[in-house]
C-alpha cells in the first residue's frame, strides 16, 4: 500500500487548498478512505472519510460546509477541498486507508492557515 499526500501549503484565513492523496498497491475502489489532521501538542484526529464508491461520506463537526471529501477511482485519488479555512486547521493532514485491520498512512502534508 502507498499513499502520497500533496497540496498543503500556506494560505490566509479564509482562503482555500485541495489536498491530493495518490493511492497505489491495493484496490483503490474496495475501500474507504480518510483524511485526519494532526496539529503541534495534539492528537490526531478524523477529519473527513469517503465510502468505496463515493456514495457515503462523513465529516468533522467543525469542518462541516466548509470541506469537501471525493474521490476519482479510475485516478484512484482521494480529495479534501479546504475552504474559509480557518488559524484552527493548521495541521499536518494524513491520508488513510484500512485494510483487514491495519491502517495505513501516508508521509502528511503540512497545512499553515497565518496571516
Known amino acids: 500500500v502507498q499513499l502520497v499526500e500533496s497540496g498543503g501549503g500556506l494560505v490566509q484565513p479564509g482562503g482555500s487548498l485541495r489536498l491530493s492523496c495518490a493511492a497505489s498497491?491495493?484496490?483503490?475502489?474496495?475501500?474507504?478512505m480518510s483524511w485526519y489532521r494532526q496539529a503541534p501538542g495534539k492528537e490526531r484526529e478524523l477529519v473527513a472519510s469517503?465510502?468505496?464508491?463515493?456514495?457515503?461520506?462523513y465529516y468533522k463537526e467543525s469542518v462541516k460546509g466548509r470541506f469537501t471529501i471525493s474521490r476519482d477511482n479510475a485516478k484512484k485519488t482521494v480529495y479534501l477541498q479546504m475552504n474559509s479555512l480557518k488559524s484552527e486547521d493548521t495541521a499536518v493532514y494524513y491520508c488513510?486507508?484500512?485494510?483487514?485491520?491495519?491502517?495505513?498512512w501516508g508521509q502528511g502534508t503540512q497545512v499553515t492557515v497565518s496571516s
Open positions: 488513510n486507508v484500512l485494510i483487514l485491520g491495519r491502517n495505513y
Open positions: 498497491r491495493f484496490t483503490f475502489s474496495g475501500f474507504g
Open positions: 469517503i465510502s468505496g464508491a463515493g456514495d457515503s461520506t
